[in-house]
């Protein structure tokens, strides 16, 4: 092209005589289209290497997302399929547990993968369909249950040892248990607790602050609300035991009043009969301190002669 520029000029002729665009316009826009490509290609090259680095992150969290809901799962269904001894449960949850604990270096190393992937602006996952969200569930859920489960088979263990229920009873508790540990969490709600109590024959309404309310109150020593398999057979077998011995009286007085150390009339109304009521009533001391209550533990050493 310069060539030919040269040679009409030669004859007096300029570039632009029959044309517009100079020689001097070609080059300089040859250049821009030049330096565009090279732009292109550079801004190209980077969008690929972070591309590439994206896809990284998201094979990489989806790899150990993958992994660690296998493994809550295999660990809640350890844990649901326990059975034999008390004692070799109890080592066996043991065990579990600190394989849980180990487990958090896993958890921890999610979060870091979100935390570079929320950086890089990376919103999907076509690898995986876990979440951090849902992963923290699954292992939130996954240390309550293991937790819970010790606590019950240390306690199952105590009442195992010291429970004057027979055998036969402890089985019947626990099937009953299980059978209205409709969410399988170890736990029986309010509901399930009262719907497990009228199936054993307890006289149950579900009316907010009655019986129920009072019971769960009583036996639910972490209060959540729920009822362990412990809580649960160890107010069954002060209801069940048909012991009548000052101490089995106290306790029951103890339940019935939410575990306070007096009992109130409305107490009382909720679970005996008008005449039993009237009775208790007449005969029970004043509670010191505190209007309207009733002594319920020198009421009971006078009926047994203390």
């Known amino acids: 092209m310069a060539g030919l520029v040269d040679e009409i000029s030669k004859h007096g002729v300029t570039e632009t005589t029959y044309s517009e665009v100079s020689w001097a316009s070609l080059q300089k826009g ?28 998201r094979v990489d969290f ?28 109890l080592d066996s949850i043991k065990h579990i547990n600190h394989e849980i604990n180990q487990g958090e270096d896993n958890f921890n190393a999610l979060v870091i993968l979100t935390h ?62 299980v059978h209205f540990d409709k969410d399988e969490d170890q736990l029986l709600s309010r509901l399930e607790l009262g719907a497990c109590l009228k199936s054993l024959g307890e006289d149950i309404n579900f009316d907010q602050g009655g019986k ?23 107010y069954m077998e002060r209801v069940s035991s048909g012991s009548d011995t000052p101490d089995s009286i106290k306790q029951a007085f103890r339940t ?15 679970v005996l009969p008008n005449e039993k009521v009237e009775y208790c009533l007449a005969h029970m001391q004043a509670y010191p301190g505190v209007p309207n209550a009733y002594d319920y533990t020198t009421f009971t050493d006078k009926l047994y002669g203390k």
């Open 116 to 177: 570079q992937l929320d950086a890089a602006g990376v919103n999907d996952n076509q690898h995986t369909e876990h979440t951090i969200e849902g992963l923290k569930s699954q292992w939130d859920a996954l240390n309550i249950l293991s937790k819970k489960k010790e606590q019950v088979l240390e306690k199952e263990l105590l009442a195992q040892a010291h429970s004057g229920i027979s055998a036969d009873q402890l089985k019947e508790f626990k099937e009953c248990f």
């Open 62 to 89: 989806a790899t150990r997302a993958n992994e660690f809901h296998a493994w809550t799962k295999t660990k809640a269904g350890n844990i649901e399929s326990l059975t034999g001894e008390i004692q070799a449960q």
């Open 30 to 57: 040859w250049a821009h289209v030049d330096g565009q490509i090279n732009d292109r290609a550079s801004a190209l090259q980077n969008e690929t290497q972070v591309q590439t680095a994206n896809e990284a992150l």
């Open 212 to 234: 129920l309310d009072q019971i769960l109150t009583a036996i639910d020593i972490d209060g959540d609300g729920k009822a362990t398999f412990e809580e649960f057979v160890g």
């Open 256 to 270: 019935l009043a939410g575990d306070k150390d007096f009992v109130t009339e409305a107490d009382l109304r909720a």
